[in-house]
């Protein structure tokens, strides 16, 4: 019988990690930078292509099997796996872009939320900026966690307790993180809310996408006629942050934030430590 391959990263390969982690930032800073009303969800698709392929990586979402675009965008109702296209962003929008780069046979893997502006409606948009906060507070409760945890579940049992202590939301059960390094999507899998058992052991070699996805309103939901858009079922809006994370001899470390992930793991008493 063939032994699979191992879940831990040697620390060579640590440090491979950190550039296509790197890129994959610098990606989403530049959609960020042009999110907007009036601008459609596939010329944010081609701003994240061309910062890629400007630093020599390729965008790993078109290396999965039926997808041709850099990035998945999510509109509202849609969580995630939205397609770029024709689709022009509104007032009030929450837009989830989620991205991906693969540098020299490694690969990075990061989501962020921003809520358009809308002074016509600023109770929707303060209840969708708050999603996006409570969202992306438990991505780094789950991170913080991950810094002491002996156990990978313990990561999504801090994730539940920091959505729950913030109100009434919905945490999507279909999806969850994962292992990230030569593919995009590794094992073992990285839940966002408390399961039984203790899953693999964190420890130095382990590289994760930690990635909550959190809605307004219930946790089920469907695909559309395209295949890929999954929407909530009651339409209500969603949230989606995620940072890919690795775990070395001396910490852990954010390879998809440029400080490492120190500003996120600040008020929670964390410090990140640079992979050597």
């Given amino acids: 019988m063939a032994r699979r391959p191992s879940i831990y990263k040697t620390p060579a390969q640590l440090r491979a990690m ?30 994240a292509e061309a910062s890629i392929r400007s630093n020599g990586a390729e965008p790993n979402f078109m290396l999965v099997p039926g997808y041709r675009h850099t990035l998945c965008v999510s509109v509202n109702e849609e969580v995630v796996h939205g397609i770029p296209g024709g689709r022009v962003l509104a007032p009030g929008d929450i837009v989830s872009v989620d991205c991906g780069a693969q540098f020299e046979g490694w690969n990075g893997d990061s989501a962020i939320t921003v809520v358009l502006d809308d002074p016509g409606s600023p109770e929707t948009v303060a209840e969708r900026e708050n999603l996006s906060a409570v969202t992306e507070g438990s991505l780094w409760a789950g991170i913080a966690a ?70 307004l309103g219930g946790i089920d939901t469907a695909t559309l006629d395209d295949d890929w858009t999954v929407v909530t079922a009651d339409g209500s809006a969603a949230a989606h942050w995620e940072h890919s994370v690795a775990v070395h001899a001396d910490g852990i470390w954010v390879l998809t934030a440029h400080d490492g992930g120190a500003a996120g793991l600040a008020p929670l008493g964390g410090t990140p430590v640079p992979i050597p």
Wanted: charged content about 20%; hydrophobic content about 45%.
């Fill in 146 to 215: 991950l810094a002491t945890a002996k156990h990978l579940n313990q990561v999504g049992a801090a994730i539940e307790d920091e959505i729950d202590a913030r109100g009434t939301f919905g945490i999507l059960e279909e999806y969850v993180g994962h292992g990230i390094g030569e593919t995009m999507h590794e094992e073992p899998p990285v839940f966002n809310f408390r399961v039984r058992g203790n899953g693999p052991a964190v420890k130095p070699g382990l590289v994760v996408a930690i990635e909550p996805m959190v809605t």
């Fill in 18 to 47: 950190r550039e296509p982690g790197r890129i994959t930032a610098v990606a989403l800073e530049a959609v960020r930078a042009a999110i907007a009303p009036g601008v459609t969800t596939l010329e944010l698709d081609a701003i």
